[in-house]
């Protein structure tokens, strides 16, 4: 079987978690991050010094890897940077992940081999310049988080899908858990 090319949007907490998870399922994986750093909202230049989480530290450790106990109840930003960063190193996503490249167009690719057409603009020497790309990849995951701008593309079937009683959802956009059906 051929290994399968994923293409993750974002290295915040989810884009970090979606891209271990499917390089533990042995997909080749791409994480596109347009800021220098990974981590999302806890990413150097959009956070500040003295800045805490508004959940304690536990709330923000994964199961297969815990915060380090010697952490405040409530860690700093640069103490989240740092346990995102060990962990996308210890999992074999920090390789992955291209800095400073912004994704400027995801398009459906049709023929013998479907797939996503990813675009993306890279920064290159001091940032001044960029220089634009085109990937092919089998799946495509947008994780960019709460603070980017939602866009929900049309697709091929969703009035169907809708009329059927389905639901399209964005993750940011925040739900009554009315809306999900009980496990």
Not at 1 to 11: L, T
Request: hydrophobic fraction near 35%; charged fraction near 25%; include cysteine.
């Amino acid at each position: 079987m051929e290994i399968q090319q994923i293409c993750v949007i974002g290295a915040g907490i989810s884009g970090l978690v979606t891209a271990k998870t499917f390089v533990e399922e042995g997909y080749d994986v791409t994480v596109i991050e347009k800021e220098k750093g990974l981590g999302g909202v806890w990413e150097k230049s959009r956070s500040y010094p003295l800045l805490t989480t508004q959940s304690t530290r536990d709330t923000f450790g994964f199961s297969d890897y815990p915060m380090p106990a010697s952490y405040p109840e409530w860690p700093t930003a640069e103490q989240m940077r740092n346990h995102l960063h060990s962990y996308a190193e210890i999992f074999g996503v920090l390789e992955r992940i291209r800095f400073q490249t912004e994704v400027t167009n995801v398009s459906r690719k049709t023929g013998e081999r479907p797939g996503w057409l990813v675009t993306i603009r890279v920064k290159e020497g001091n940032g001044d310049e960029t220089k634009e790309e085109k990937h092919e990849f089998d799946f495509v995951l947008v994780c960019n988080g709460i603070f980017s701008f939602p866009n929900l593309p049309s697709l091929p079937g969703r009035e169907k899908f809708a009329a059927s009683g389905g639901r399209v959802l964005l993750s940011l956009i925040h739900i009554s858990k009315t809306v999900l059906p009980k496990f």
